[in-house]
């Protein structure tokens, strides 16, 4: 079993999709609210892919999972109520997603390496993301990889539980 960590194109969005739409089943039915306000949507998934910004997660070249990684591109970030680690150049990940054939397997936490990788590739030293706060299996992953909590941060209208990590070379 070969896992990889690619930048997405435009012909995987019929099988993220998919991914996706099971992630945003799975919030629903542990009782979350996170992502069951219509986002994320095809149209989102497919402008990150557009920007570059879509990766995604393989198995032996079949796509399990994806994300979107972005480098110092944030806005909510900057209205943190709190206060982050680092006032630098950062890395951010949103919409993490494993298929539900995958789950169980630390294929998220995994995912999470590769972002940590390509991070230190582009000479970055700081990773942020954020999550519901009801997002236990995220949550649990941030803190196994050594997240720290440093506040608040609002999207449509909502607030998240910011993280961030420090990386070294």
């Not at 095809?42 to 032996?60: N, P, R, Y």
């Not at 169980?104 to 972002?115: C, N, T, V």
């Not at 050594?146 to 961030?164: D, H, I, L, M």
Request: with cysteine; hydrophobic share 40%.
């Amino acid at each position: 079993m070969k896992i990889h960590f690619r930048k997405a194109t435009i012909s995987d969005l019929p099988i993220i999709w998919p991914i996706i739409n099971q992630a945003i089943a799975r919030r629903k039915a542990e009782g979350s609210n996170q992502w069951q306000d219509g986002y994320p949507n095809q149209t989102a998934i497919q402008s990150d892919i557009e920007k570059e910004a879509g990766f995604v997660l393989t198995e032996d070249e079949v796509v399990i999972g994806y994300c979107a990684v972005l480098i110092n591109d944030e806005p909510a970030y900057a209205n943190i109520e709190g206060e982050w680690l680092t006032n630098s150049d950062f890395v951010v990940y949103h919409r993490v997603a494993i298929a539900e054939s995958h789950l169980g397997q630390g294929l998220a936490k995994k995912m999470l390496e590769y972002i940590e990788a390509f991070a230190l590739e582009n000479e970055i030293f700081s990773v942020r993301a954020d999550t519901n706060f009801d997002n236990g299996p995220m949550l649990t992953i941030f803190n196994k990889l050594g997240y720290t909590y440093c506040g608040e941060v609002y999207f449509r209208g909502s607030p998240r539980k910011a993280y961030e990590k420090t990386l070294v070379k």
